[in-house]
């Protein structure tokens, strides 16, 4: 099969959207200290030639595609290997809970797995791979994009955080809790097919109004 295409525009709506409210209602709850300020010293780095610079930036991006390659790989590997020995009906099996509680379905419990351990850079081909090979619908992958387009890569991601001394609470619970209301609100909207009434109800308030009939 062919994987069902979503829209970009979608993706990225529903993503800001998430974003939005979330840190909305987040600064609701710490609060927020507009006053207070960081100070941040830094010495000022000479410039470097133009030709310096583009080695250096030729040379990260080569490691960073070989890191990908290797990660991908990798990947790969190991779900080739839960395929031979069927562990993959297993795993899915044991996470099934929650996957309940994320809104998704069976079927898509490797692909959301991936991402979230792996980020969507890294795991996007083994996530590809894996919806070109089962018969999922295009229903349930637009769940999985809403929410691993919001709550992905929940190691490597929050690590860099970490280090600068954010709670891990607000790392990971808001994303997962972001996420999972995205999903309820996307299956009550295909439920109750409300955007289908939103269009009518739009088309109906543009149509011009009717014209009085004419005089005899």
């Given at each position: 099969?062919?994987?069902?295409q979503g829209?970009?525009w979608k993706?990225?709506a529903?993503?800001?959207?998430?974003?939005v409210c979330?840190?909305?209602?987040?600064a609701?709850?710490?609060?927020?200290e507009?006053?207070?300020?960081?100070?941040?010293l830094a010495?000022?780095?000479?410039?470097q030639?133009f030709g310096?610079?583009?080695?250096?930036?030729?040379v990260?991006?080569?490691?960073l595609?070989v890191?990908?390659f290797i990660?991908?790989?990798v990947?790969?590997?190991?779900?080739?290997?839960?395929k031979r020995?069927?562990?993959?009906?297993?795993?899915?099996k044991?996470?099934?809970p929650?996957?309940?509680?994320?809104?998704?379905?069976q079927?898509?419990?490797i692909?959301w797995?991936?991402?979230?351990?792996?980020g969507?850079?890294?795991g996007a081909?083994?996530i590809?791979?894996e919806?070109?090979?089962?018969?999922?619908?295009?229903?349930?992958l637009t769940?999985?994009q809403?929410s691993?387009g919001?709550?992905?890569s929940?190691i490597?991601?929050?690590g860099?955080?970490?280090?600068?001394?954010?709670?891990?609470f607000w790392?990971?619970?808001?994303?997962?809790?972001?996420a999972?209301a995205?999903?309820?609100?996307?299956?009550l909207?295909?439920?109750?097919?409300?955007l289908?009434h939103?269009t009518?109800?739009?088309s109906k308030?543009d149509k011009?109004?009717?014209r009085?009939g004419g005089?005899?």
């Amino acid at each position: 099969m062919t994987v069902n295409q979503g829209h970009p525009w979608k993706a990225t709506a529903v993503r800001m959207i998430a974003a939005v409210c979330a840190v909305v209602l987040i600064a609701q709850v710490i609060g927020g200290e507009p006053t207070t300020k960081i100070a941040v010293l830094a010495e000022p780095s000479p410039g470097q030639p133009f030709g310096v610079m583009l080695k250096i930036w030729s040379v990260k991006t080569f490691y960073l595609g070989v890191k990908i390659f290797i990660i991908i790989m990798v990947l790969m590997w190991i779900l080739e290997t839960m395929k031979r020995f069927n562990i993959i009906p297993f795993i899915v099996k044991l996470i099934k809970p929650v996957l309940s509680l994320m809104g998704l379905d069976q079927q898509v419990g490797i692909l959301w797995l991936t991402a979230v351990f792996f980020g969507i850079a890294y795991g996007a081909a083994v996530i590809v791979e894996e919806a070109q090979e089962k018969n999922i619908t295009a229903g349930q992958l637009t769940r999985l994009q809403i929410s691993i387009g919001i709550n992905h890569s929940m190691i490597d991601d929050p690590g860099l955080y970490l280090a600068v001394g954010i709670h891990p609470f607000w790392l990971w619970v808001p994303r997962l809790i972001v996420a999972i209301a995205a999903v309820q609100v996307y299956n009550l909207i295909v439920r109750f097919n409300l955007l289908s009434h939103l269009t009518q109800l739009v088309s109906k308030t543009d149509k011009p109004p009717d014209r009085p009939g004419g005089c005899n």
